[in-house]
């Protein structure tokens, strides 16, 4: 998906009758575009996805800001968030059939403006909501949000707990590259995990939390899960591209290695653990190597 503020830029067979924003022209004169001729940056060319062998996708960045305001990355719906209120744009798009995550949590504008118990609220009152970024390209530059967006979504897991509490909804970390500029591709993105290429797959995908995230420096590739298997109480993480294995509770690692056994690492209090799978070098700091994380893993416990 090929998102921006306010504009829902679909289809891409139609790029060329797209107009240059004000925004675009900002970002000139602030020589945000440096390293982009200025004559491409007026050129909107069509792209036929089915050529490009792509699956594209309807998307659009609600941009609305201020206290409990935030960003949104929301997908198949032409709802762009332009003229309306927050709570407005959440409702059109739920209505539209489409699905939202919050964008870049860490950043300053989103963190100044909104508390946990605001994501609880949304989270709590629209359905359609599926995630949360954990990581963005930007990250790399502000390296503050990391360990932020980490402890967010610690607490949004403890608030609904394990999957029998009656208030109980799964929260599945996104990442994506919040690309604002050439050369910032390619750093934050998503691994879906379909059984075909098609919208109905990636949506039930994103839904269903069917996915990996991955944060990596321009030079790396991403690390590659090759299988999970669930032995009884062990989880083990078969695959390559990666030096270490870090398991995550409570914003807590609990344990390194391939393989999680519950009785040996976790404990009375743990009911979900999730993995990143990473290569020795990765520094968020330095913007090197290369990270791979899941979603949760919901612990049940049968008598």
């Keep these: ?51 490009m062998k792509i699956l594209a996708i309807k998307g659009s960045e609600p941009s609305h800001t201020g206290p409990r305001r935030h960003h949104i990355v929301s997908l198949f719906s032409d709802v762009s968030g332009d003229q309306m209120g927050f709570e407005e744009t959440l409702t059109a798009a739920g209505k539209a059939g489409g699905l939202l995550s919050f964008a870049h949590p860490g950043r300053s504008t989103e963190r100044n403006n909104n508390e946990l118990e605001d994501y609880i609220y949304y989270f709590d009152n629209y359905n359609h909501i599926y995630g949360i970024d954990i990581f963005t390209r930007a990250t790399f530059s502000d390296p503050e949000r990391w360990p932020y967006s980490k402890e967010l979504i610690a607490g949004l897991l403890n608030n609904y707990g394990p999957p029998d509490n009656c208030n109980w909804r799964p929260i599945w970390f996104t990442a994506t590259d919040d690309f604002h500029s050439p050369g910032s ?37 991403a690390p590659s899960i090759e299988s999970i298997e669930f032995r009884g109480s062990r989880i083990i993480v078969n695959g390559r591209g990666f030096d270490e294995v870090s398991w995550y509770f409570d914003n807590n690692i609990v344990h390194k290695g391939k393989t999680f056994e519950f009785f040996e690492h976790g404990s009375d209090d743990l009911f ?21 994380g899941s979603q949760p893993f919901w612990v049940s416990k049968n008598e």
């Design 1 to 51: 998906a090929i998102t921006d503020h306010w504009i829902t830029t679909w289809p891409w067979t139609e790029f060329s009758s797209f107009d240059v924003s004000n925004r675009t022209y900002r970002r000139l004169e602030e020589v945000e575009l440096e390293g982009l001729p200025r004559e491409d940056v007026f050129v909107y060319e069509n792209r036929d996805p089915d050529t």
């Design 185 to 221: 591709s390619d750093r934050s993105f998503q691994i879906q995990l379909v059984n075909k290429i098609d919208e109905e797959n990636v949506y039930g995908s994103l839904k269903n939390g069917s996915f990996f995230w991955v944060a990596k420096a321009f030079d790396k590739q």
């Design 272 to 292: 979900y653990v999730y993995f990143i799978a990473k290569t020795s070098d990765f520094s968020v700091e330095e913007g090197t190597g290369a990270m791979l």
